[in-house]
C-alpha cells in the first residue's frame, strides 16, 4: 500500500511559476519510478512527466523545457518544478507510482495521489 499526498498548486497569471511536491509514504519510496500527469476538464488525464528510481526523467513535449521533475529519497519526495505557465497548464495535477512498461500511459500506473488544482489565468 502506497499513499500519495500532492501540494503546491494554486492561481497564478500567465508566465508565473509554481512547484509541486508530492510526498509518498507505504512503501520504499527509492524502489519506485514515478510519474507526474494532469486532466483538465472534459479531457482525459495526461502524461506530464516521470522519473526512475535511478532519476532518468521523460516530459510530455509540450512542457519541455518548462517543466522539471525531480526528486528527493531522503525525505520521500517528488516534485514538479513549472516555469513560464501558461492558461493551457491548468488542470488537476497527480502523481503516481508506475508499474513498468511505458511511462506515458497512466494504465501503467498503481497508486495515485488525489491530486493538486494548477489554474494559470491568462
Known amino acids: 500500500q502506497v499513499q500519495l499526498v500532492e501540494s503546491g498548486g494554486g492561481l497564478v497569471h500567465t508566465g508565473g511559476s509554481l512547484r509541486l511536491s508530492c510526498a509518498a509514504s507505504?512503501?520504499?519510496?527509492?524502489?519506485?519510478?514515478m510519474g507526474w500527469f494532469r486532466q483538465a476538464p472534459g479531457k482525459e488525464r495526461e502524461f506530464v512527466a516521470g522519473i526512475t528510481r535511478t532519476s532518468m526523467t521523460y516530459y510530455a513535449e509540450s512542457v519541455k523545457g518548462r517543466f522539471t521533475i525531480s526528486r528527493d529519497n531522503a525525505v520521500n519526495t517528488v516534485y514538479l518544478q513549472m516555469n513560464s505557465l501558461k492558461p493551457e497548464d491548468t488542470a488537476v495535477y497527480y502523481c503516481a507510482t508506475h508499474l513498468g512498461g511505458t511511462v506515458y500511459s497512466s494504465y501503467n500506473y498503481d497508486y495515485w495521489g488525489q491530486g493538486t488544482q494548477v489554474t494559470v489565468s491568462s
Open positions: 507505504g512503501r520504499t519510496f527509492s524502489n519506485n519510478d
